[in-house]
């Protein structure tokens, strides 16, 4: 006799907000006692390796309007292309770099910004180099799973030609919207979850 197996219905989904910034960056809400500092507020030290910058920018809904509930999270290689985790077996990462940050937009103004480093190169998984940039997420009310991107530095033009994954972008005019501007140290990376110049996402 065949055994009847009882299948479990799928959980249905559910959006992260509004109490996303609750949970992930409760000092930015005013709410103490939960971590000193915000984890991931803090990528580098005195002693970090590497190019100081600050990355900064916005999160726009598909009117234009400022999303101002959202938190970004990064992740990084080091100045030398290694990356901080266990599965680095390339070389050891800086380890006065957390390759990791988070941050959420601010209420008044919509901003996220970040102290990191100038990323080195790594490699692709051909083993071709790709160009230095920076992995990111968000998420935000409204968005059911959080959303992937990369962002790429404008003086890098010879290495963002040969990128393996901005290669595979099939209408050419887009890659723009991955590339950040840059003014001194500090890079401008505006995040277009729809409409006008959409920020391409990544399905990873």
Same mark, same amino acid.
């Given at each position: $006799? ?58 726009l809904d598909g009117a234009g309007a400022l999303v101002r509930d959202a938190v970004i999270e990064i992740w990084q290689a080091d100045s030398a292309g290694l990356y901080n985790s266990p599965s680095e $077996? ?100 505006d995040i277009r979850l729809q409409g006008d110049r959409e920020t391409v996402f990544l399905d990873i």
């Amino acid at each position: $006799m065949v055994q009847e197996l009882g299948y479990l219905k799928e959980t249905p989904s559910q959006t992260a907000g509004p109490y996303v910034h609750i949970g992930l960056t409760p000092n930015i809400c005013d709410i103490g006692g939960v971590y000193e500092t915000d984890l991931g507020s803090v990528m580098v030290n005195d002693k970090t390796l590497g190019e100081r910058i600050t990355i900064t920018g916005r999160v726009l809904d598909g009117a234009g309007a400022l999303v101002r509930d959202a938190v970004i999270e990064i992740w990084q290689a080091d100045s030398a292309g290694l990356y901080n985790s266990p599965s680095e $077996m390339r070389g050891t990462a800086d380890p006065n770099f957390t390759g990791w940050g988070r941050s959420a937009t601010r209420a008044d103004d919509g901003v996220f910004s970040f102290e990191t480093i100038k990323p080195g190169r790594v490699p692709f998984k051909d083993g071709r180099k790709m160009a230095p940039h920076i992995t990111v997420w968000i998420v935000a009310r409204g968005i059911n799973i959080g959303l992937h991107t990369r962002m790429y530095f404008p003086e890098e033009a010879e290495a963002n030609k040969a990128d393996p994954l901005l290669l595979r972008i099939e209408h050419r005019e887009r890659v723009d919207t991955l590339i950040a501007s840059r003014e001194g140290s500090t890079y401008t990376f505006d995040i277009r979850l729809q409409g006008d110049r959409e920020t391409v996402f990544l399905d990873i």
